[in-house]
Structure formats: C-alpha cells, structure tokens
C-alpha cells in the first residue's frame, strides 16, 4: 500500500523551476522592464511591462466558485490549481489567479491556503507566512492614516473632526478578539486626546479592497484620497486626501501592487495578489492580476472566496462591475462528504454511505447553481474527489445535476493533479465556445441602496425579508443623499449558510436577514452591510492552530499545512 504524503511532504518533494522560466511560458520576456524576481522562485511583474500588454486581446475568464462551506471542506483552490493544470494539459495556455493567504486564519484554524495534495501552489511556506510582504504594507498604509488622523486632531484640528465620529479604525494582519474596541490616547496631555478606537483584520481594511480593485498606480491614490474618514460636528465629511494621506500611503503600496507570479506543482504559472476575505469583505484577487493574467493566457482560472451566495456574488456584482470583466464560465466545487452535512450528518459520520442524506443535501448545491444562472453565465460541477465516497453517491449527485441540465464532473487532482482535471478542463473549453454568456449583474447602479440589500437576500440568500432599524435605514439615505446610492454593496455575513444563522445547513428559506450596521467605503465605492453575528475582526478558537506551529530540528516548519 503507497505511502498518504501530507500536503507539506508533496510541496517539499516539487521540482520548481526558475520563476524566469516559468514566465518564459506566457512568453514574459526576461528582461529588468518585465519583472522583478524576489529569490528563486517568486518575482513581481512590473507595471510598466503590464502598461505594454494593454492592446492584446484577453483571454476566457472561469470563476470557481463552491457550495456553502463546512466543516468536511471543499477545497475551492486546490481544484482552482487543479483546473488550471488540467487546462495546461490538454494544451491551453493558462493561469491561475489567486488570493493571498492571511496570517490570521493560518493561525487560526484554517491553516494553510495554497491548495491541497497535488494541486498546489509553491513555494507554500512562503505563500502562506509573510510571501511578498503586500499584506503588512496594506497594514502598514492603513495605520498611518490612522496615525495621521490623531496627529492632526493633537495639533490643534484645523478639520474640526469630532473625536466621537472617526470611523477609520486601525488593523493588524491577526485574529485578536481584545483588540475590537479599545480606548486610545491615555496618560495625559502629552499622548493626545483620549477616546473609543479598535481594530479590524487587514483583509477587512478598506486599502485591502482598493488595492484589489484598482486598475493602475493613479487609480490607487485617488480611491485612497476618496476614504471617508471621520465627519465634523456638524456630520461633515472628512477625507484622506484633506489630511494629504494619499501620497505617503501610496508609496508604501507602490511594490505591493505590483502582482506576484509563482508556479503550481505542475511548473505552471500562478498569480497571487491580493486577498480580501469573502464574508466581511469582497473575497477576490486583485483586479490588476486579473486583468495581467487576461493578457497573458488564453484561459484565466480565478476563484471567489466561500460560497458562490458570497464569494461570486460579490465577484459579479462588485468586482466585475468596477472592472468591466465579464466570466465566460462558472465552475462550482461541491463534495460528496460536504453535501451530506447539508442533508444533516455529522463529520464523524461522512466515511459510510449514505445517498439519501446526500440527496437530502443536494438542495445546497442546486440552490448556488440557480443563483449562477441569474447572472447568464454557463455553469459546470466539479465533483471534488474523496476516498470515501461511493460509486452510488457519485451517480447520485451526476445524476440530479443532469436533470438541471448542468454536467457533474468527477475531478481526482488532489491525487493525479491536472490529469485529474482533464475531463473538467476539456467540458469547460466546451462549454465556453458552445454557451455563449449572457452575462448581467444582480441589480442595477440606479436601484436603491435598502432594495439592493433585499434583491440580494432575496434572489441570492432566499430571505423573506431584511429588518433593519430606523437609524440603518437613515444612514442610507445619507449615502444616497451624499451621491453614493449609485454604490454596490457588500454584505457581511456567515460563510457557513444562506442565513445569518451558520446552524441553518441546506437551502433554508423565509430566514430574516437582520442587518445590524452599515459602513462607507468611499474610496473602495461599495457600502458594506454587516449583518448577524460576523465580525470585521475575528478570534482564536479554543485550540488554535498555531499550538501545533512549530519548527522542528531539521529547521522546517510543522503544523502549519
């Protein structure tokens, strides 16, 4: 019986190759203009060469996208990567763009995301830990405006900013509960004037979700100098760029948004910029590595965080909007072991067979690919392969897939890599030149901010309705009346269900979306509606996973995968 080798043991088994040559493969010449490397096997390409590519025709866009995520995993990325490898081996050009992990789940308790098995992005160690450092510069770019912000009000606060209607928090790239709300400028005159403060998690800051929808170094410090940071007494409007913020904060951020190139298992090329989570945030990779990839491939594979009520979502309705890209295809990952949580088995009893709570279950994935169809994108299962699951819950799930008129693939690259995708990959390039995408947003521009919360609950999550409280409701207005009700918006929810409850599996239905605050994010041009429990910062589960991140005597890192 061969050896199960940990993803961690695959990763460190790869033969890369020089980034140089992996560029050479989307025919980036090795010249100073093009990129810059950062080691052996990671570089960043260089905006003036990307400024080059612009009058090249784009190739197809694939968005993978999954089911609502549990506890027996899906494994969006890995069959993101998987895909992409398949595509390259049935002779496509293509790349795959991807978001960059954070540290605060690593840590956390999702561990790594890089992919899994033989679908994998490297080098993974540094993918997952400090990579490019594009994420403390984010955090570092988001504090100095908070820095600047009390500085300002310390020397004298020729803005007027009323201290109690600041609401720039600060950040840090860590899941830290203490740090929600904090008090700030204690100990007397000499450190400022004291009041409220807190923190969110980097993903969740708004340079995050400017730096991955910005199309240009220009762009990026307009958006930045567009933030709303605080309001007068009087409810004034104070920005970024009247604290004169936009260009030292552009500067930090000016090698981060450059985008970073390394290579799956496979030595196929792999950009990975950005990451903004999908449940307090916008979940997609940077508009900029997109659009790079577009220009240099004949197929973009790209993923949308969770699930496609969140991820794809908002990667329609906000990124695509912002960027004028349009997807040629929507994949959607489902498991077998995942599908039978949603017909309401518990993890430890996923190993045996069960097709009627799989059929059960099935209600989740059928309810994500009627969302796709609402957008006019063709629509493709990637059946994500686990040892346990059987020849009769894999017709099963074919089969009811089938009656949507919408073909199951079963896909095995977690163990064969692309040639575990290639059926997948050769339905996709078929479906893309057979079904023509009608693709068309959710809602339009000119829909009213509280009716484009309800469009989305109700379309997408299946809500019977949205409460919100008198004040919600006036803070809208005042963004429609301030010129921002042309906004999309961007809400904040568990991953976990349709619902706001993440015990609710399945396909629920008649569930009230309570939206409990609404946010501004002038510069990034969404309003971020936070609904339930979720938190802009999140905690440590009781045993994190960083007690078992260690290294171990050879020097390696442990725990981490």
């Given at each position: 019986?061969?050896?199960?080798?940990?993803?961690?043991?695959?990763?460190r088994?790869?033969?890369?190759?020089?980034?140089k040559?992996?560029l050479?493969?989307?025919?980036?010449?090795d010249?100073?203009?093009?990129?810059?490397p950062?080691?052996?096997?990671?570089?960043?390409?260089?905006?003036?060469y990307?400024?080059?590519?612009?009058?090249?025709?784009?190739?197809?866009?694939?968005?993978?996208?999954?089911?609502?995520?549990?506890?027996a995993?899906?494994?969006?990325?890995?069959?993101?990567?998987?895909l992409?490898?398949?595509?390259?081996?049935?002779?496509?050009k293509?790349?795959?763009?991807?978001?960059?992990?954070?540290?605060?789940?690593?840590?956390?308790?999702k561990?790594?995301?890089?992919?899994?098995?033989?679908?994998?992005?490297?080098?993974?160690?540094?993918?997952?830990?400090?990579?490019?450092?594009?994420?403390?510069?984010?955090?570092?770019?988001?504090?100095?405006?908070?820095?600047?912000?009390?500085?300002?009000?310390?020397?004298?606060?020729?803005?007027?900013?009323?201290v109690?209607?600041?609401?720039?928090?600060?950040v840090?790239?860590?899941?830290?509960?203490?740090?929600?709300?904090?008090?700030?400028?204690?100990?007397?005159?000499?450190?400022?004037?004291?009041?409220?403060?807190?923190?969110?998690?980097?993903?969740?800051?708004?340079?995050?979700?400017?730096?991955?929808?910005?199309?240009?170094?220009?762009?990026?410090?307009?958006?930045?100098?567009?933030?709303?940071?605080?309001?007068?007494?009087?409810?004034?409007?104070?920005?970024?760029?009247d604290?004169?913020?936009?260009?030292?904060?552009?500067?930090?951020?000016?090698?981060?948004?450059?985008?970073?190139?390394?290579?799956?298992?496979?030595?196929?090329?792999?950009?990975?910029?950005g990451?903004?989570?999908?449940?307090?945030?916008?979940g997609c990779?940077?508009?900029?590595?997109?659009?790079?990839g577009?220009?240099?491939?004949?197929?973009?594979?790209?993923?949308?965080?969770?699930?496609?009520?969140?991820?794809?979502?908002?990667?329609?309705?906000?990124?695509?909007?912002?960027s004028?890209?349009?997807?040629s295809?929507?994949?959607?990952?489902?498991?077998?072991?995942?599908?039978?949580?949603?017909?309401?088995?518990?993890?430890?009893e996923?190993k045996?067979?069960?097709?009627?709570?799989?059929?059960?279950?099935?209600?989740?994935?059928?309810?994500?690919?009627?969302?796709?169809k609402?957008?006019?994108?063709?629509v493709a299962?990637?059946?994500?392969?686990?040892?346990?699951?059987?020849?009769?819950?894999?017709?099963?799930?074919?089969?009811?897939?089938?009656?949507?008129?919408?073909?199951?693939?079963?896909?095995?690259h977690?163990s064969?890599?692309?040639?575990?995708?290639?059926?997948?990959?050769?339905?996709?390039?078929?479906?893309?030149?057979?079904?023509k995408?009608?693709?068309k947003?959710?809602y339009?521009?000119?829909?009213?901010l509280f009716?484009?919360?309800e469009?989305?609950?109700?379309?997408?999550?299946?809500?019977?309705?949205?409460?919100?409280?008198?004040?919600?409701?006036?803070?809208?207005?005042?963004?429609?009346?301030q010129g921002?009700?042309?906004l999309?918006?961007?809400?904040?929810?568990?991953?976990?269900?349709?619902?706001?409850?993440?015990?609710?599996?399945?396909?629920?239905?008649?569930?009230?979306?309570?939206?409990?605050?609404?946010?501004?994010?002038?510069g990034?041009?969404f309003?971020?509606?936070?609904?339930?429990?979720?938190?802009?910062?999140?905690?440590?589960?009781?045993v994190?996973?960083?007690?078992?991140?260690?290294?171990?005597?050879?020097?390696?890192?442990e725990?981490?995968?």
């Amino acid at each position: 019986m061969n050896e199960v080798k940990s993803d961690i043991q695959i990763a460190r088994e790869a033969k890369m190759q020089p980034i140089k040559e992996i560029l050479e493969k989307v025919n980036v010449p090795d010249e100073s203009f093009a990129f810059s490397p950062m080691g052996r096997h990671i570089a960043k390409i260089n905006l003036e060469y990307i400024e080059t590519l612009k009058d090249k025709q784009d190739g197809k866009l694939i968005l993978v996208t999954a089911i609502t995520p549990t506890p027996a995993g899906e494994g969006k990325t890995t069959t993101s990567v998987g895909l992409n490898d398949g595509l390259n081996k049935i002779g496509k050009k293509s790349i795959v763009c991807l978001r960059e992990p954070s540290l605060g789940p690593s840590f956390g308790m999702k561990g790594g995301a890089a992919g899994g098995g033989y679908a994998q992005v490297v080098p993974m160690e540094q993918i997952n830990l400090h990579f490019t450092g594009d994420f403390h510069a984010i955090t570092s770019a988001h504090n100095l405006l908070s820095a600047l912000i009390d500085n300002h009000i310390y020397w004298g606060n020729k803005l007027d900013i009323d201290v109690r209607r600041i609401v720039w928090k600060r950040v840090i790239d860590m899941n830290d509960r203490s740090l929600r709300s904090i008090n700030i400028n204690l100990g007397g005159v000499a450190n400022g004037f004291p009041r409220e403060d807190g923190f969110d998690i980097t993903v969740a800051s708004e340079i995050m979700a400017i730096f991955c929808l910005a199309n240009n170094l220009e762009d990026l410090e307009n958006r930045i100098g567009n933030i709303t940071i605080a309001y007068t007494r009087d409810k004034k409007p104070i920005y970024a760029k009247d604290l004169k913020a936009q260009g030292p904060m552009t500067v930090l951020l000016k090698d981060a948004i450059r985008p970073n190139v390394t290579q799956t298992l496979e030595n196929n090329p792999a950009i990975i910029h950005g990451g903004p989570f999908a449940n307090i945030a916008h979940g997609c990779n940077s508009v900029i590595a997109t659009k790079t990839g577009l220009k240099l491939s004949d197929y973009v594979v790209t993923e949308a965080g969770f699930g496609a009520d969140l991820g794809a979502e908002k990667f329609l309705d906000i990124k695509c909007r912002k960027s004028n890209l349009k997807p040629s295809c929507v994949v959607i990952v489902a498991t077998i072991r995942a599908l039978k949580m949603h017909g309401g088995l518990s993890k430890e009893e996923l190993k045996k067979e069960n097709v009627d709570a799989l059929n059960k279950g099935l209600v989740n994935l059928k309810r994500h690919i009627e969302n796709i169809k609402k957008y006019g994108l063709p629509v493709a299962v990637a059946v994500n392969n686990f040892i346990t699951d059987t020849e009769n819950e894999t017709k099963a799930l074919i089969d009811a897939c089938n009656e949507m008129n919408v073909k199951a693939t079963l896909c095995t690259h977690w163990s064969n890599g692309g040639e575990g995708t290639k059926e997948l990959a050769s339905h996709v390039v078929e479906l893309i030149e057979k079904e023509k995408s009608d693709f068309k947003f959710l809602y339009e521009n000119k829909t009213p901010l509280f009716k484009k919360i309800e469009t989305v609950a109700k379309e997408i999550y299946r809500a019977s309705e949205v409460v919100a409280d008198t004040k919600i409701r006036d803070q809208l207005k005042n963004f429609e009346d301030q010129g921002y009700g042309e906004l999309p918006i961007c809400v904040a929810k568990t991953q976990y269900s349709f619902s706001t409850d993440p015990n609710l599996k399945g396909a629920p239905t008649g569930h009230v979306l309570q939206v409990r605050e609404v946010r501004l994010s002038s510069g990034a041009e969404f309003i971020v509606i936070i609904c339930g429990a979720i938190m802009t910062m999140p905690g440590l589960p009781r045993v994190p996973a960083a007690d078992s991140i260690k290294l171990n005597d050879k020097g390696d890192i442990e725990g981490l995968f």
